[in-house]
């Protein structure tokens, strides 16, 4: 099947996206549909020995982690010993227990990404000084893809205006719109003047925080001319778009045939990642925007894999949750919910396997000097992440299959839960240091 076939979006006509998005989602619905439910080939198999050295890995840098946690730095000079410090331990566990070689190395340390962060946390604060280290640690997140599609673009890396506005206008705006204390009809009205906003009319923010995402928006704008880049603010309004119908998958009791669940998560995924595209380069090629739509379209159904457990019990409709428990609800069909046998993960997993091999075939549109280590991590990053994924959501699947899949794992499955509940315990920490990062800036060296 190929997805080559978009059209590109008519310079001048940035409401062209939409159609576009629309291509797209059926493009990689029938993708998803096409995709075979059977085990797939996932590499590497460990015996137990080899993944007990691995874990004495894991376990040494988390160590290495939670002792720099403990002391954040206070000068610009403490800040880069501390990085030295911290990627010289990442270094070893990545070659000794991924397999990892020097090129990927580079890729990661070498090529600006540390540096790109502490700017970015800095630049966050100066901001919005009320901005917390948890909100920035949220949005960095999406500066690393953006700052990688820099590297696959054959961009030089480096925090744009565009990339710090649209890093922070979606937890802004998701957060807000999270906000139990804001009233419904609040929330609401913000959507429709935000729509209007990134459609380009002239909207006055109703309140500080609304003043705030309006200015991410001019900070875009300011970067990329609607008139000259009218992909850009489309592509914003898309993900927008793809938000508003995401209110559909809070509808607990809803029939797999009333919702279109897995129309609109890959919307919702894939237009996030395309619009860290267009705002990164301002255009992108057809088969530039197949892939990123794709990658995002994968990345949100890990994430939906990832918080199965969350989403089951918070009534969202995903692909996974609607499966792991076709009936989520309260009162009288609570009942009918503990007499429904929910269906293994095993064979939906799999066609998520199938699915992403498809998509990663795309990428090599990126054709810039020196990407190819990092096509390399993300061909990595679509099938690890998804095996651990699955662990930690055990069960939802069948015990051979959990074996199966824990075969191909550096780690066992118990010993990640068992170090992602130490880690849990320093968040605290953690946003400590991520808050002494975005306040050095200033401080002197030495």
Not at 61 to 77: C, F, H, N, R, S
Not at 251 to 272: F, N, Q
Not at 335 to 361: C, G, K, Q, Y
Request: net charge neutral.
């Amino acid at each position: 099947m190929s997805l080559h076939s978009v059209t590109t979006v008519p310079p001048g006509q940035g409401e062209a996206l939409s159609g576009l998005v629309r291509e797209l989602g059926h493009r990689f619905s029938d993708l998803w549909w096409a995709c075979d439910t059977g085990l797939p080939a996932l590499g590497t198999a460990y015996n137990s020995r080899e993944q007990a050295a691995r874990e004495a890995q894991l376990a040494r840098l988390q160590d290495v982690l939670i002792a720099e946690l403990q002391g954040p730095p206070q000068t610009k000079a403490e800040v880069q010993a501390t990085q030295e410090r911290i990627f010289a331990a990442i270094g070893v566990f990545a070659r000794s227990a991924l397999d990892l070689e020097q090129r990927h190395l580079d890729v990661l340390f070498a090529r600006g990404f540390p540096q790109a962060a502490t700017e970015f946390a800095q630049a966050a604060r100066r901001f919005d000084p009320q901005i917390s280290g948890s909100e920035i640690f949220q949005a960095s997140r999406n500066v690393w893809v953006m700052n990688g599609l820099q590297l696959l673009l054959g961009l030089p890396l480096r925090l744009t205006p565009a990339i710090l506005a649209y890093s922070l206008l979606y937890p802004y705006s998701d957060n807000y719109l999270d906000d139990p204390a804001i009233a419904e009809e609040t929330k609401v009205a913000f959507n429709e003047r935000f729509g209007r906003r990134l459609r380009g009319e002239a909207v006055t923010p109703t309140n500080t925080h609304e003043r705030r995402i309006f200015d991410l928006v001019g900070m875009v704008e300011g970067q990329y001319a609607p008139s000259q880049y009218p992909q850009v603010l489309a592509s914003l309004l898309a993900i927008h778009r793809a938000q508003i119908k995401s209110v559909h998958l809070l509808r607990r009791c809803a029939s797999p045939y009333e919702v279109d669940v897995l129309g609109i998560s890959l919307e919702k995924g894939g237009t996030s990642v395309l619009a860290d595209g267009y705002l990164v380069a301002g255009t992108l090629t057809p088969a530039q925007a197949e892939f990123l739509f794709g990658w995002g379209a994968f990345a949100q159904l890990l994430d939906d894999l990832q918080d199965v457990e969350q989403d089951s019990r918070d009534g969202l409709l995903t692909v996974f949750s609607r499966t792991a428990r076709p009936w989520h609800s309260t009162g009288v069909r609570a009942v009918f919910s503990r007499m429904t046998t929910p269906w293994p993960l095993d064979a939906i997993t799999n066609r998520t396997f199938h699915f992403s091999a498809r998509v990663m075939e795309l990428v090599d549109c990126f054709t810039a000097p020196g990407s190819e280590p990092l096509k390399e991590l993300m061909r990595m990053a679509a099938v690890l992440p998804l095996i651990t994924a699955a662990g930690r959501a055990g069960r939802h699947y069948t015990a051979a299959y959990r074996r199966e899949l824990e075969a191909h794992s550096p780690f066992r499955f118990s010993f990640l839960r068992q170090s992602s509940q130490k880690l849990a315990r320093h968040r605290v920490s953690l946003m400590r240091m991520v808050e002494a990062l975005a306040t050095v800036s200033d401080a002197p060296t030495g």
